[in-house]
């Protein structure tokens, strides 16, 4: 009896072993749970540290106190985290609008802000922050465009849509999708796939200039959405057939010279409307067209050549057929005299500005001026039409 009894001490420290093991096991658990759903942005409890550090230089800007974002000490802790969050979005968005609105301007306290989709140089620049949090927060959503620029080939679409991705609410892919002409079996997923992801406000935007002239086109954007908003550059149907015909020289030397791709005949002067270069210039028979699906108020068009001689004038008209604010205004352009266009300023922390490529502003091959007149004379009445139909007069006669 003596010796059980001795015995029965002994086993205590068994069941204390087990009970700290199990401890440190819960709190591993609770601490991985507590982690998880702070990335699933559902953390609505505390400050999480990825928002806190993120938004350090955002407090110290706004001249914020506290260790916890200004969170109020008299709200229930929820209730202050929630503000915290959604103060910090609207603070981030607030200097990313700032940095992409004037982005030649010093950047306070982050960096070297580029325009988003623009090859500014510089780290931290005033898309990344947002971005990084949007991702980590799971924010943004792949949307179809609500507005393509559908035309016309060299008539300076490149430059419109590189000039309106300095706006903080446009989101434009890069590249031409094509979906519309040559992609359209792929699907409206793959089409949707291709776009950068938005935020609630943002205008996600393509462009691809071979619509305008596409048959098919119209009722395909339709079917997709009737509320699209289309935007047209247009330019000298006579200036853009010789930049047309340009761009392919530069590419296929060897090709025939302008003069002879004009005409069917030269002699009579007929003019060969199946040569692209000429046939996309009859802007009047193309809109017809797009005019049997969407209504004449749901069509933008640009002149191709005050976005030369006024950009920010002709992108005040963009942002507000758009229904943005008009951030993008004369400051953000300067005129290159070598290339023969205006180009955007140099962002912060870049030391070049931002011009189109070197494809842009090639010099036209001298034409005959005999030829040229036959092509103004040929386009005249096409001209006319098309400025009745638009209720606007573009000067090309």
């Known amino acids: 009896m003596a010796v059980s009894a001795a015995a029965a001490p002994a086993a205590e420290p068994l069941p204390r072993s087990i009970f700290k093991k199990f401890l440190v096991m819960l709190c591993s658990l609770l601490m991985s749970l507590y982690v998880f759903y702070c990335l699933a942005d559902r953390c609505q409890t505390l400050p999480g540290p990825i928002i806190a550090a993120g938004a350090a230089s955002e407090e110290e800007e706004g001249g914020g106190g506290g260790g916890y974002l200004g969170g109020s000490a008299e709200l229930p802790p929820w209730q202050a985290a929630a503000a915290r969050r959604k103060r910090l979005l609207q603070r981030l968005k607030q200097r990313r609008r700032r940095q992409e609105a004037a982005p030649g301007e010093e950047v306070p306290a982050g960096g070297g802000g580029s325009r988003a989709g623009g090859s500014g140089g510089g780290g931290g620049s005033a898309a990344g922050t947002p971005g990084t949090l949007t991702l980590l ?9 609500q507005a393509i620029i559908i035309g016309v080939k060299k008539g300076g679409t490149r430059a419109l849509l590189e000039f309106l991705r300095v706006h903080p609410d446009v989101r434009a892919v890069g590249a031409e999708p094509h979906f519309f002409d040559r992609n359209y079996e792929r699907g409206l ?4 796939d291709l776009m950068p992801r938005t935020l609630e406000g943002q205008i996600t935007m393509e462009k691809t200039p071979s619509y305008f002239v596409t048959k098919e086109a119209p009722a395909r954007i339709s079917s997709m959405s009737k509320g699209t908003k289309l935007i047209v550059v247009v330019r000298d149907p006579v200036t853009r057939a010789i930049s047309d015909y340009t761009q392919t020289l530069s590419k296929k030397p060897d ?10 005949n030269r002699t009579t002067g007929l003019i060969d409307t199946s040569w692209s270069a000429i046939q996309i210039g009859i802007y009047a028979k193309h809109l017809e067209n797009w005019l049997l699906y969407f209504p004449i108020g749901q069509i933008l068009f640009v002149s191709g050549e005050r976005l030369i001689s006024d950009p920010a004038g002709e992108l005040g008209r963009v942002q507000d057929f758009l229904g943005l604010k008009r951030i993008i205004t004369d400051k953000h352009f300067y005129f290159n005299k070598t290339k023969g266009f205006p180009c955007l300023k140099k962002a912060e922390g870049s030391s070049k500005p931002h011009c189109l490529g070197k494809t842009k502003g090639r010099t036209h091959p001298d034409i005959d001026q005999e030829v040229v ?6 386009y005249r009445p096409f001209n006319m039409k098309f400025y009745q139909m638009t209720g606007q007069d573009f000067g090309w006669d």
């Open 137 to 145: 927060l799971g924010e943004g959503t792949k949307r179809l465009p």
């Open 189 to 192: 997923a793959w089409y949707r």
């Open 255 to 264: 090709i025939p010279t302008f003069e002879s791709l004009t005409f069917k």
């Open 373 to 378: 007149q036959r092509l103004r004379d040929f």
